[in-house]
């Protein structure tokens, strides 16, 4: 089993009971921007991208603890900007996700979330990890600590 994966399997231990912890909308928000920001490391959030971050959040018993048109919502919002400019996006979700800099806890959870949505399809390709990277930048988190 390779590092990130025997990472990624102890991580999603015990996650749903993290995310309870801190369950509210700026918690949300980061999250969410997170996966946004995984779902367009390709360049463009398609439309398998929407159907795999919504069929990671119906199945997901970590993020189960948010209502899902909240998380469709905020998802579609962080979208949008990706989609008015990959730039623009990317800076404006890593703002939002960047309010827990100070909160390792809470940073290693948000990645924990990104890396599931980057793993979703069986392949958690360097683009993902890439942009998963700058998501621990801006959580003043250690990239390497996540195996990435």
């Known amino acids: 089993m390779s590092t990130f994966k025997s990472w990624f399997s102890s991580a ?12 509210n909308k700026d918690f949300l ?25 919504i069929g990671y959040i119906s199945r997901s ?24 400019s990959a730039i623009v996006g990317k800076q404006e979700a890593l703002k939002v996700i960047s309010k827990f800099n100070n909160k390792p806890e809470v940073g290693r959870i948000i990645i924990a979330v990104c890396c ?3 793993a979703a ?21 250690n990239p390497s600590e996540f195996s990435l």
Do not use: P, Y
């Not at 993020?63 to 008015?84: C, P, Q, T, W, Y």
């Open 12 to 23: 999603k231990t015990g996650l749903s009971e993290q995310v309870k912890k801190f369950q």
């Open 29 to 53: 928000d980061a999250v969410v921007a997170g996966c946004a920001i995984v779902a367009a490391a390709d360049g463009s959030i398609g439309n398998s991208e929407k159907e795999k971050m």
């Open 61 to 84: 018993e970590e993020l189960k603890v948010f209502d899902v048109s909240n998380v469709i919502a905020r998802f579609n919002h962080f979208a949008g900007n990706f989609e008015f």
């Open 116 to 118: 599931a949505i980057g």
């Open 121 to 141: 399809d069986g392949d958690f390709d360097d683009q993902e990890k890439k942009v998963v990277k700058d998501i621990c930048n801006a959580l003043n988190l």
